[in-house]
C-alpha cells in the first residue's frame, strides 16, 4: 500500500524555520520523483520543491531559502524552510510524480495528507 505522510507544520514567526519530512512506503524512490506543493485559502495549489534521482527543484518564490533532500535509507524526504515569510502560510502536501512527467498537481498520481504551515507577521 502506498503511503505518503507529512509531519513538521506548525505556527511560526516571520523569519523563522521550519522542516517538513514526508515518510513514504509502498513503492520505490527509484521510480518516481517527490515533490512538495502548498495551497493557501483562496489560491491555485502549487509546487513548491522537487527532488528526483538527487537533482531538485525550487519554485522562484522559495529558491535559496528552502531546501528539499532526501534520505533514501529512510524512505523520507525533507523540506527544509528558511527565512520564512507570510505569504509562505499555506497546507504543504507531499506527493508522488512519476519521473519524466511534469512537475504539476495533474501530474501527482498519488497525494499525502496536508501539513499546515502559518507564519506570522
Known amino acids: 500500500e502506498v503511503q505518503l505522510q507529512a509531519s513538521g507544520g506548525g505556527l511560526v514567526q516571520a523569519g523563522g524555520s521550519l522542516r517538513l519530512s514526508c515518510a513514504a512506503s509502498?513503492?520505490?524512490?527509484?521510480?518516481?520523483?517527490i515533490g512538495w506543493f502548498r495551497q493557501a485559502p483562496g489560491k491555485e495549489r502549487e509546487g513548491v520543491s522537487l527532488?528526483?534521482?538527487?537533482?531538485?527543484y525550487y519554485a522562484d518564490s522559495v529558491k535559496g531559502r528552502f531546501t528539499i533532500s532526501s534520505d533514501n535509507a529512510k524512505n523520507t524526504v525533507y523540506l527544509q524552510m528558511n527565512s520564512l515569510k507570510p505569504e509562505d502560510t499555506a497546507v504543504y502536501y507531499c506527493?508522488?510524480?512519476?519521473?519524466?512527467?511534469?512537475?504539476?498537481?495533474?501530474?501527482?498520481?498519488?497525494w499525502g495528507k496536508g501539513t499546515q504551515v502559518t507564519v506570522s507577521s
Open positions: 506527493a508522488r510524480i512519476p519521473k519524466g512527467s511534469y512537475f504539476r498537481p495533474t501530474d501527482v498520481d498519488y
Open positions: 509502498g513503492f520505490s524512490f527509484d521510480d518516481y520523483a
Open positions: 527532488i528526483s534521482d538527487g537533482g531538485t
